[in-house]
């Protein structure tokens, strides 16, 4: 039996700064420090493709949590691309 988890706008920024801050560059600095910590457009981005896929919010946990686990495949496929550039 599947779960249903609530998770607050927090949660989701929390997923998404998570997946940014995975990938650092060669000198050690983090992603969102190279973009001057300006980290407002992904985070629009998130927003926006989670309430075009979830447009009732958490009121729908289950398309809410299937627009979530979407979201962060998106961004761990653009993070695994990346890290294929360099040949890792």
Partial sequence: MKKIVKLTEAD??????????????????????????????????????????APEGPRNGRQYMSAINQLENNFNYVIR???GNLGE
């Fill in 12 to 53: 989701l920024s929390r997923i998404v700064r998570r997946v940014i801050n995975e990938e650092e560059n060669t000198d050690g600095e983090s992603n969102d420090q190279q973009m001057g910590g300006d980290i407002n457009k992904v985070m629009n981005f998130a927003y926006e493709m989670i309430n075009q896929m």
């Fill in 81 to 83: 691309n990346l890290k």
